[in-house]
């Protein structure tokens, strides 16, 4: 299923990239090979969801179906002929690419000190796709870019998250094993969460100690202003009093 998930996203890279080199095309000549492209990976995340083990949580799980169905029915409205101007076409992969740079950046944690290296490209290629998504929808108001240009980054970008998702399958072990491994990772995670605490902590304390001290230091300056100025006090009371 690793390899069915490599090829569905070396076919959306590639269509991509055909695309961005095609740019003068119009989309009508290619919309039945990416309708096709899309059904594959439509149904190739389809099957990985329902019958692999992914390195991540059920969230993650649940994402991967969603993707799978709206890859498959945005194939399918791209083979019937249905969407084939920029009028059309833009709003799609918009849509399409913003959903899927939110998915990633929403499924990690945003703190790459303690995330893993996939997690942290996975949060960097996430924003990076949810800014071409964007853009895509105010396209004709700013630059003004070609169709297939922008769609072929959207699919190349797209093409990169599902060859991210083909990393992430695990192959099925012993269920001792597997289960050992959850744990071991499990800890793993706990500890660099708990020395990540007590970095923080050490930083508090290091702040709450040199507020203490330039605290400590103004209120002895304070107090011995206010002495001085009660002795001058003092003693002009005292000279007041002396006979003339």
């Given at each position: 299923m690793r390899i069915f998930m490599l090829i569905s996203s070396l076919l959306m890279t590639g269509a991509g990239a055909f695309c961005i080199a095609n740019a003068n095309m119009p989309f009508i000549s290619l919309a039945?090979?990416?309708?096709?492209?899309?059904?594959?990976?439509?149904?190739?995340?389809?099957?990985?969801?329902?019958?692999?083990?992914?390195?991540?949580?059920?969230?993650?799980?649940?994402?991967?179906?969603i993707e799978a169905t709206l890859s498959t029915i945005i194939g399918i409205v791209f083979l019937s002929g249905?969407?084939?101007?920029?009028?059309?076409?833009?709003?799609?992969?918009?849509?399409?690419?913003?959903?899927?740079?939110?998915?990633?950046?929403?499924?990690?944690?945003m703190n790459y000190r303690i995330n893993s290296t996939i997690e942290n490209i996975s949060q960097i290629l996430g924003i990076i796709t949810t800014l071409v998504g964007l853009y895509t929808f105010f396209n004709e108001i700013i630059f003004d870019i070609r169709l297939l240009i922008l769609v072929g980054i959207s699919i190349m970008l797209i093409g990169l998250d599902c060859f991210k998702l083909s990393l992430q399958i695990e192959y099925k072990k012993s269920e001792l094993l597997s289960s050992t491994k959850e744990k071991l990772e499990d800890?793993?995670?706990?500890?660099?969460?708990?020395?990540?605490?007590?970095?923080?902590?050490?930083?508090?304390?290091?702040?709450?100690?040199?507020?203490?001290?330039?605290?400590?230091?103004?209120?002895i300056k304070e107090e011995t202003l206010h002495n001085k100025i009660g002795e001058s006090r003092r003693k002009s009371k005292k000279y007041s009093k002396k006979p003339r």
């Amino acid at each position: 299923m690793r390899i069915f998930m490599l090829i569905s996203s070396l076919l959306m890279t590639g269509a991509g990239a055909f695309c961005i080199a095609n740019a003068n095309m119009p989309f009508i000549s290619l919309a039945a090979i990416i309708g096709i492209i899309a059904i594959i990976m439509g149904i190739a995340k389809l099957f990985v969801s329902l019958f692999c083990k992914i390195n991540a949580d059920d969230r993650v799980r649940n994402f991967v179906r969603i993707e799978a169905t709206l890859s498959t029915i945005i194939g399918i409205v791209f083979l019937s002929g249905q969407i084939v101007d920029a009028t059309g076409v833009l709003p799609v992969f918009a849509l399409w690419t913003t959903l899927e740079g939110l998915k990633s950046i929403s499924i990690n944690k945003m703190n790459y000190r303690i995330n893993s290296t996939i997690e942290n490209i996975s949060q960097i290629l996430g924003i990076i796709t949810t800014l071409v998504g964007l853009y895509t929808f105010f396209n004709e108001i700013i630059f003004d870019i070609r169709l297939l240009i922008l769609v072929g980054i959207s699919i190349m970008l797209i093409g990169l998250d599902c060859f991210k998702l083909s990393l992430q399958i695990e192959y099925k072990k012993s269920e001792l094993l597997s289960s050992t491994k959850e744990k071991l990772e499990d800890a793993k995670m706990d500890e660099k969460e708990a020395m990540e605490r007590a970095k923080e902590a050490m930083k508090d304390s290091k702040e709450a100690r040199e507020r203490i001290s330039k605290y400590t230091e103004e209120l002895i300056k304070e107090e011995t202003l206010h002495n001085k100025i009660g002795e001058s006090r003092r003693k002009s009371k005292k000279y007041s009093k002396k006979p003339r």
